[in-house]
């Protein structure tokens, strides 16, 4: 399910020209409405539900339903960001249910762009930018381009 906006929440990140929401989207979906000073998503049909807006939101006015497999049906999933990390609030449908809660600590400290994958794992950047991983065209056949067949082979 695309994002929304709760207005209620939003404060439109206090009128600045630029939302928070409005600088994450990847599709600039997020816009600020100038006389309400609410954000709102202006396509939700193009929206790639990728969380950034929920994530950054400062007032958790922008919410995303979750899917069957992420959050059950009926229930409601919140973000609430901190400088360490990111607490997800699971909210089930019946309220005597105790709301789940987990929490994922950010990346930090890394600049945008310079992220290396692999860092962590015994890997190592030869092994993963090794030309043995790039077979083709060899490795499939296709050294000699297309094939046209006058009759359909016979198996």
């Given amino acids: 399910m695309p994002s929304f906006v709760i207005p209620d929440k939003c404060d439109g990140c206090k009128a600045l020209d630029k939302t928070a929401c409005q600088y994450i989207c990847p599709n ?22 990728c969380y950034s807006c929920v994530k950054i939101c400062p007032t958790q006015a922008v919410e995303v339903r979750g899917y069957q497999d992420f959050v059950p049906m009926g229930a409601s999933v919140t973000a609430l960001r901190s400088s360490e990390d990111i607490m997800w609030t ?25 992220a290396q994958p692999f860092d962590h794992y015994p890997t190592g950047d030869d092994d993963i930018k090794s030309t043995t991983l790039m077979t083709e065209p060899e490795g499939i056949n296709t ?6 067949f006058d009759k359909l082979p016979t198996l």
């Fill in 143 to 148: 050294e000699k381009g297309p094939v046209k």
């Fill in 90 to 114: 699971v909210q089930f449908r019946d309220k005597e249910i105790r709301p789940k809660r987990f929490k994922f600590p950010i990346r930090r400290g890394v600049e945008e762009g310079k």
């Fill in 28 to 49: 600039d979906l997020m816009v600020l409405n100038k006389e309400t000073e609410k954000a709102f998503n202006q396509d939700p049909q193009m929206c790639w539900e």
